[in-house]
Each structure stands twice: as C-alpha cells, then as structure tokens.
C-alpha cells in the first residue's frame, strides 16, 4: 500500500509540477509543455498536496536533487533521500531500500512525460482558480496512457492539476495543489530509526 501511495503521489507530483508556461511566444502548446518540464527539473523545492475523494490526502515535499516527504495522514509518513528510505507508522521508523530506484529516478523528461511522440497538448484559455491568473492545458499520452488538466500560473508554475489515471480497471481522480517552489525553507533530513 505504500507503494502505491508514493506511485500516486510521486508520478503525478513530479510530471505536474513541471507543466508550466513557456516564456516562449512562438511555441505551441506541445512546446510549452516540454520547456516547462525542463524548467521543473531545475526547481530546486516544491510542496504539493493531493487529494483523491473524500478520504484524507497526502501533502508532499521534494528538495533537490533527491530528497521527497510524503505525509499520508493518519498513515504515517516516507521520507526517501537518494536510495534510502525511512518509513515511519505508528512513531516506529525503520530504514529500507527505496522503491523503483528512487526519488532521482523519476525526475526525467521521458518519465514525466511518456513517449514524447504520443504526447498531445491542447490549450484550453485562462481561468481564474484561487484568485490567480492561470492559463490551461490538457495534456494526453498514449504510451503510457494519461490524462490531465493543469493550471499554471503567469510565474510558470502549477496552481492546481487534476489527473485521471486507470489502475486495475478502475478509474481514480486526484487533484494537486501546489505551493512553495525553490522555497528555501523547506528542508528534509533523515530521520532516526526507532
């Protein structure tokens, strides 16, 4: 079960946090969301929180290059810092190997985005959400399939992401609300193993 809430919290976190506006008039949608991708493999912090129904959510923190909390309420907490992860439920904590390699294993342009060859963008306008100016997109892949629609704001970084993701035949929604980018304030360190 932890592992599918870091899978759903990492694998969106990372690919919709990147999904920001392009600086770039010329580019096309598709193009914006490859540049903003870029742009958020060089962000240096970040918080997110996710929500996926009526049930408590998780609120995540990364700091680069490989360092990620994740909060998962009542659950306890995973804190991953290069391939070491710390899992503490309960107020134990123990010390394992982290799962798929890790946090930098999935800070890639391939693994945020999928096959960039299938990749399809459409911008959808401005919208207002939370009293900020956003502009819209709807990102789609085939390879792997994904659907998604962001909410970025003029600062190039994500407001709000909602992601509709199929998982054993069964259709989940999560919304992200993000926050603190490159806020250096935001610090991870290795707990101790109690």
Request: one cysteine or more.
């Amino acid at each position: 079960m932890i592992k599918t809430s870091l899978s759903a919290t990492l694998t969106p976190a990372v690919l919709l946090l990147g999904l920001c506006a392009s600086g770039l008039a010329w580019a096309g949608p598709k193009e914006e969301v490859v540049a903003a991708v870029d742009k958020f493999l060089a962000a240096k912090t970040y918080h997110a929180s996710m929500s996926m129904g009526p049930g408590p959510g998780t609120e995540t923190d990364f700091v680069a290059p490989d360092r990620i909390r994740i909060k998962m309420g009542a659950m306890g907490e995973q804190i991953m810092i290069g391939d070491t992860a710390y899992l503490t439920i309960q107020g134990k904590t123990r010390k394992q190997p982290s799962p798929g390699g890790g946090v930098a294993a999935t800070r890639s342009r391939d693994k945020i985005l999928g096959n960039q060859q299938t990749l399809k963008v459409t911008a959808l306008g401005a919208e207002t959400i939370g009293g900020v100016a956003t502009k819209k997109y709807k990102v789609e892949n085939s390879q792997p399939k994904s659907s998604s629609t962001f909410w970025v704001a003029a600062n190039g970084y994500p407001v709000q992401a909602v992601n509709v993701a199929e998982v054993s035949g069964k259709t989940y929604t999560s919304t992200l609300k993000y926050s603190r980018f490159n806020d250096p304030s935001i610090k991870i360190e290795a707990p101790a193993v109690k």
